[in-house]
């Protein structure tokens, strides 16, 4: 068993949609959640950062983590074509700065469709 | 501000050679990390430098190896390549060890081994 787990999608949406994108987990030890979106062709960008439970907004996006269930959540709101791309959670206990190691979800692909 | 950069962005290999990927991190980096995403895989975890030392290492075997320069620039040499070692290879690099995880990341060295 994987420790993240993420479904690869494709998801396709029409524009102004809301988006939900998931990942389940295994390590309970897990406090710090991130999303990280990736373009075609390009390095991930970090966009939401999480520690430990709880919800967190910025715009159109809201991030939440249920430890209990060990499920995060990404929510994006009024879906735009340049939304589309791959969405990859990450996760680990102790950032990265005690280890260097984040775990990544296999990533969604995203296709908001005008 | 130039963001994290890598070379070459893509590198065509045989069986058996050796590779050397290179990534300079964002100016005021000390900590540069190193990500293989083969296909379907997601992200995992190879290396991690801080000020010239290897702090932590992925399960990956031996032949994956690299270093940190003065400059906090990177190299990752991959020995006696395998077919499997065809993957996007993603440098990151963060402002100093005691991130708790963003990383910014290089739009990454495509391998291909033949």
């Known amino acids: 068993q994987k420790e993240v787990e993420q479904d690869p999608g494709p998801l396709s949406v029409p524009e102004g949609a809301i988006v939900s994108l998931n990942c389940t987990y295994s390590n309970s030890a897990f406090q710090y959640f991130m999303w990280y979106r990736q373009y075609s062709r390009k390095g991930p960008e970090l966009l939401m950062y999480t520690y430990s439970s709880g919800n967190k907004e910025d715009g159109r996006f809201t991030a939440q983590v249920d430890k209990s269930s060990k499920y995060i959540s990404l929510f994006i709101r009024d879906s735009q074509p340049s939304d589309s791309a791959t969405y990859l959670c990450?996760?680990?206990?102790?950032?990265?700065?005690?280890?260097?190691?984040?775990?990544f979800g296999q990533g969604t692909t995203l296709q908001v469709k005008p | 501000e130039a963001g994290v950069t890598q070379s070459p962005t893509h590198l065509i290999k045989t069986r058996g050679q050796q590779a050397t990927l290179r990534c300079s991190p964002i100016?005021?980096?000390?900590?540069v990390y190193w990500y293989q995403q083969a296909l379907g895989l997601g992200l995992q975890f190879l290396l991690w430098y801080d000020e010239g030392e290897e702090r932590n290492r992925g399960n990956f075997p031996p032949r994956f190896s690299g270093r940190q320069f003065p400059n906090y620039s990177s190299e990752l040499n991959v020995n006696a390549l395998e077919l499997e070692d065809s993957a996007l290879y993603l440098c990151?690099?963060?402002?100093?060890?005691?991130?708790?995880?963003?990383?910014?990341f290089g739009e990454g060295s495509r391998l291909t081994v033949l």
């Open positions: 100016s005021g980096h000390t900590s």
């Open positions: 990151a690099s963060s402002f100093d060890m005691t991130n708790t995880g963003e990383l910014f």
């Open positions: 990450a996760m680990s206990d102790h950032g990265s700065g005690n280890t260097g190691k984040l775990i």
